[in-house]
């Protein structure tokens, strides 16, 4: 339950709503649902929710420095129907303005992940150069571009991991010239340093998991875990 520490009040954000994961920055927090919507809340307590997906919403991702959702899940019950959705939230404070979904990336359209795998995790660079999806065979996607949202072209690549074990967390740390993808398996950790200037990796192995939405990255620190 969540209460508004001012007036003690209940927030009644999860009032008909089974939320199945979320997120929060830029004076949002946001919580995807098990019926395929969206509910986000602002920093005035105002609740706004949308209709994300037919079926539902797998992993919800708010950026910290943009007023951009990007959210992956399920339309329908079909094999291999999964999609992110990039959705631009409106900063009006008109009840009507719902975020717009600028770009759908159908991830199964492309040959690249095997049909027979399932989408684990997600990790969206600020920017939007780069977005990698996780999956239960421990292949990792690479959508890459300037910007995602904004260009009609994208790359797609993977990554094998090495122990072949499912992803349960993908973690970005960019400092502009080079970013660090951790690829982590529940017992294992995989550094992949991504070149932005020719997308080239070099791959480092650890010997340290962690379970599901269990690891991030210390901006300020120099160790990576």
Known sequence: MLQD???NENLNIFKDFKPTCSSSGYGYIAFGGANGAVRFMN???KIVEFQAYGKTVLDIKQLKRSNVIVTIGEDSNTD???SLKFWRVSESNS???LPVCVKTVRLF???VAKTTTSVTCFAVLEDLSQ???GFDDGSVMLVEATNIMRDRH???STIQNSTGNPITNLVYRD???LVILYIITATSTTLAYINKRNSSLNLIDDNMGAAPNCAMVAENETKHL
Do not use: C, P
């Open 5 to 7: 520490l001012e007036t």
């Open 43 to 45: 920093r005035q307590h």
């Open 80 to 82: 291999n129907d999964t």
């Open 95 to 97: 009840a009507e303005s």
């Open 109 to 111: 359209s492309y040959g």
């Open 131 to 133: 977005v990698s999806v």
């Open 154 to 156: 994208f790359n797609i």
């Open 175 to 177: 400092d502009n010239k």
